[in-house]
């Protein structure tokens, strides 16, 4: 068989590496940084050798669940999500720890230390722990490869659901991967009936706890999954290094580099969990001191149990934010009795992320601001978080969480008796993922509050994946569509428009309609969908009329539009103090034409 | 050989990414072998952006440690002096003296240093700056401007210049080989 070598980033290596390992159902949920393994998935359907079916799930416990059936017929599964997914997919993962899986399954959960891109750095491991799930953690994009059809194999061997947990470093790093022939398993969906471990009842429930307990026994001891030791030449003797992920290739390294490659006992830890107990003895007997470098809680550390323990716990590694290399550099510096590296100068503040010159969601900020001065505005997940710049955004914090915060804003200020308008902004993916729930229970709680979802028709931020009401599968084929607005009606909301921000006074209007509607003696739930569609998107820019928006001498300075409107192709003239418009990054939208007090930007047609 | 360092910077949206990958594919066009790692999500909405490739026999970790860079490639000249001290003594930098304001600089909250380009000169002995744009704009397309700054370093990488434009010929769309093309010699030139 021929091998292929290609340059491929780690997310991309996992997908390739599900096709090759014959996995038929593919589930997940976007979220950085795993969105591109379910992409890499679709990129690669037409390799299959055998049907897959592909999906994005409406949210994270959905694409679990449906992975999970799946193995129970014997095929191979995946459900994909980032780390706070797992949050979302929790009460259906610690139960399939007990009654276990048929055809090979796995989760693939991505965790973010850093954060670079999440609302926290939790760490999936020490959910395995507590889950009693075994989970791998690789230290390569070509190692996280390596680790899915042997994964598989162990998920089918001890009937187990298996966690592959790369972090982002391991996502989005690019190298060298083999190509390897995708596996044909010629298996039948096949679901063999047994209410007593697929409907176990609690009195079903304690033998298979044991079954479980002991199947992780065995697999701390599988062969394949020992920690590997790269021998020292007893120069430090009884010293050892343990890693485990990303932060075992950067001691790979800095071991190379300090030339004490091979002078010091190392052990790179593939499964943090299960650990093999006897793993923890030979560590307890042979040595004395024992450093251990994880991310980002201590797993492997505490499972260890070594009086001579270096790590978290002592506090002489970090117990927050990734392990860069500089990082393990001072710390093994420290535990070697090696110089310390020089100080670093503390990097300085980056640029701040802003919503893209055009964004529909910047308009509906604005406007949003602009009639509620005093108003509440709990917001959520996604590119429009970013509507924090336009002060639009006071409370960012789960799928889905800012309609029940809403709520539970106006219940606290509506027993004291007047209460602010309460704005809650939602992004279309964010409704259906987790906003449903929380609407109906807004309405039936009669709660007095403004939901306006924004609808641009994508899943923005991680890059454009189809949502519920386009009706498009995620490899691009039709598929029935489900709209927002009999969903709204259907929750039992009364007040509903639909308007596209860009058209300023009737947003605003309806703002407003929507502020005397939930004040008054019937009042409730008011939902305004903001429709227009993410300026990302091509086809979406094509269709819009384009102008040459410019500021004309008739400009005073203001500053209104660069600092409550904030777009990026906004700036101030500090020498003749007034707004520019930098044409490179200006779509020609016009949105803020109306934002000016004095009239000062301007439009003209382009051809 | 150790391993070659090489850490890329800018904003979202002017092509980092996409030079980082030339990079690496050239690096593994080449024999070597590549680790290359980026930045995603909400940064890429227009906020800063850096990316590390390293190349050599053996490359276990996709960061570069501050202090280690043989080469900076920045893509704009304040995200250049931010990145700086990823350089290594001696260290080459290559940057694109074009400006983009930073949304706190648009927003009046800070003002954009007027001397950067001095401050760069006073803090790298080995800086080269730019107008990777007008360089750009000359071979076609402004937004060639990636492949401009990969042309400054051409001679400056452990790789050879034909395996480089070989992986610019590949990765380029049919229409823009002929731009890109000359944007990279354009670079090479500067």
Known sequence: MKQQIELLMGNEAIGRGLIEAGC????????????????????????????????????????????????????????????????????????TAYLGVKGGMLTIVA????????????????????ARVPVLDPASPAEAKELVPLAFELSEKYEMNLVLRPTTRICHSRQNVERQKPLKLERGANFEKDPTRWAATPAFLPPLHRRLNAGLEEIAREPGLQPRLT????????????????????????????????????????????????????????????????????????QLAHPGTVGKQDGAVPREGELAPDIIHRVLAAFLDLPAPPELPVQKRGQRPSLCPGCPHRAAFYSIRQCFPKGIFP??????????????????????????????????????????????????????????????????????????ILDNATTAMT????????????????????AIEPLVRASGVDFLEICDPYDKPRFEKLLRQADNYIRGEQGGVAVLISRHGCIMDPAVRKAQPSWQVSVIESCV??????????????SMDSEQNIARINPDRCIGCGTCIPVCPVDAIVREETS | MPIFNIVIAGVGGQGVLMASKVLAESALAGGLDVKQNEVHGMAQRGGSVISFVRMGEKVASPVVMPGTADLLISFE??????????????????????????????????????DVEEQIAAACDNALGVDALAIAREAGNGKAVNMVMVGTVLKDLPVTEEVITEVVKQVSKEKGVEVNLRALAGGAAA
């Open chain 1, 557 to 570: 300075g203001c500053r209104r539009c660069v600092d409550a409107f904030e777009c990026p192709a906004l």
């Open chain 1, 463 to 482: 890059g454009g994946q189809p949502v519920p009401h386009l009706g498009l599968a995620a490899d691009g084929r039709k598929t029935r569509a489900v």
């Open chain 1, 379 to 452: 917001s959520d997940i996604g590119c429009y978080t970013l509507g924090l710049n336009l002060g639009a955004v006071d409370t960012v914090h789960c799928m889905g969480a800012c309609i029940s915060q809403g709520v539970g804003f106006y219940q606290a200020y509506a027993q004291d008796g007047e209460f602010p308008t309460i704005v809650v902004t939602i992004g279309d993916s964010t409704f259906f993922h987790a906003g449903i729930p929380a609407l109906i229970n807004a309405v039936i709680q009669q709660a007095r509050i403004i939901v306006v």
């Open chain 1, 111 to 130: 965790d973010d230390p850093g954060p670079h891109s999440s609302q926290n750095e939790q760490d999936t491991r020490l959910f395995c722990l507590q």
């Open chain 2, 77 to 114: 000249p304040l995200e250049a002096l931010r990145y700086l001290h990823y350089l290594k003594p001696g260290g080459r930098l290559v940057y694109n003296q074009v400006s983009i304001n930073p949304s706190t600089v648009a927003a009046g909250l800070a003002v954009y240093p007027d």
């Open chain 1, 24 to 95: 038929q159902i593919a589930a997940a949920y976007p979220g950085t940084p795993s969105t591109e393994i379910l992409q890499a998935v679709i990129d690669h359907r037409e390799q299959a050798e055998e049907p897959l079916h592909i999906e994005w799930s409406v949210n994270e416990k959905i694409a679990f669940e449906v992975a999970l059936a799946a193995s129970y017929t014997g095929k191979r599964s995946v459900a994909v999500m980032k780390q706070v997914g797992l949050n979302v997919a929790a009460d259906p993962f610690m139960r």
């Open chain 1, 231 to 302: 021998k020292g030449d007893g120069s430090r003797p009884r010293v050892a290094l343990v890693a485990s992920g990303i932060a075992c290739a950067h001691l790979v390294d800095l071991l190379d580099e300090l030339g004490l490659s091979g002078r010091v006992d190392l052990f790179q830890v593939l499964m943090p969990y299960p650990l093999n107990p006897e793993f923890s003895a030979r560590l307890r007997q042979d040595y004395s001191r024992v450093l251990v470098l994880e991310e980002t809680y201590p797993v492997i550390e505490l």
